[in-house]
């Protein structure tokens, strides 16, 4: 247990792994991660694929809103930008473990462009703002890139070395690498110089730059990063689906990532993020299967979440989590 447990260096205080219950989950978690597909059949397999894809985008957001304070409702359409360039990139001869990066590095450009309006708005005003974008983003994946509503992926694209890694196992050990990359950077962020700035602009943006923060700089590089999250998202939605449309990437996606953010934690980016996903995405998705729940419902759904957790529960699920963890750690005494 974490008392007891004391650090005599820095590098030792800084370590993402800092107890032995650390080390021990992450062995057991490793083990299971890497066996899952062994165990589960096709559609537990795509249902966690599917699950790490919007637990990346939700780590963006995350940075985003959770670190940075900076609302944003077009993340969806961010995710568009990366899986629209990524199909580019793939149905013109380009490989799509190539695709994927340069995916999401062009999200993180357009991403940049859209921090512009955070240097003179906050809160509902910046809101409205990326509501806008969101519907600009939009507008030009139905008039311009993809007027049919849906675009075939070449399967040729994602071939290498004579595997296919479009499906079944391949597919989940592609995504599950990239997500353990992704998880591993977003930790870093969060507890660099970058990632404490993060957090002082979103706390009191006037203080912060009082105390010396460059705060539009800051602000800046908290969509860029957001938006390359998203970007990659979109790539890998490319290489797990055969075929993409703008449907996937409207403002219901963008008020679903903002739910997954507020319901699993914001500010914590890897672990709220992840309970997020859990709950909204996964848990929706097996609930709308079951009982056949329209578009509507889902809006309403994810608005009563929402609503209920900025009220009731701001940290989110990782905060009911630590509470009860802190319950039982002390048992049968109080603090």
Do not use: C
């Not at 450009?109 to 809101?127: D, E």
């Not at 983003?137 to 290498?160: A, R, V």
């Amino acid at each position: 247990m974490p008392a007891g447990v004391f650090k005599e260096t820095y590098l030792a205080d800084m370590a993402l792994l800092r107890y032995p219950i650390h080390w021990t989950s992450l062995g057991i978690g490793a083990v299971l991660l890497l066996a899952f597909p062994l165990i589960a059949g096709n559609y537990g397999v795509n249902t966690a694929v599917s699950l790490m894809i919007f637990f990346i985008g939700a780590i963006g957001l995350n940075i985003v809103t959770g670190l940075a304070g900076q609302i944003s409702l077009a993340h969806g359409a961010l995710m568009g930008v990366g899986a629209y360039t990524a199909a580019y990139l793939a149905n013109n001869g380009v490989n799509i473990l190539l695709a994927i990066p340069v995916a999401a590095i062009t999200a993180a450009i357009v991403g940049a462009v859209l921090a512009l309006p955070s240097f003179r708005l906050k809160g509902y005003y910046l809101a409205m703002a990326s509501i806008a974008v969101q519907e600009i983003l939009e507008y030009m994946f139905k008039t311009w890139i993809d007027p049919d509503q849906g675009i075939t992926i070449s399967t040729s694209s994602k071939n290498i070395m004579g595997i296919y890694l479009g499906n079944g196992m391949p597919l989940y050990y592609t995504v599950l690498g990239i997500a353990v990359l992704a998880v591993i950077v977003a930790a870093n962020v969060g507890r660099s110089g970058l990632g404490r700035a993060m957090k002082a602009v979103r706390d009191n943006d006037v203080s912060a730059q009082v105390v010396g923060i460059n705060v539009p700089m800051t602000k800046a590089l908290a969509f860029t990063i957001g938006s390359l999250y998203a970007g990659l998202a979109g790539a890998l939605y490319v290489l797990a689906n055969p075929g993409i449309g703008y449907g996937a990437f409207g403002l219901d996606a963008s008020i679903e990532f903002l739910a997954i953010v507020l319901v699993g934690g914001a500010g914590r980016i890897v672990w709220g993020s992840l309970l997020g996903a859990l709950v909204i995405h996964t848990g929706w998705s097996l609930l709308a299967s079951a009982f056949s729940a329209d578009a509507a419902t889902k809006y309403i759904v994810l608005g009563g979440l929402i609503a209920v957790f900025v009220i009731a529960e701001p940290e989110g699920l990782i905060g009911l989590l630590r509470r009860v963890k802190e319950y039982f750690r002390l048992w049968p005494f109080r603090y």
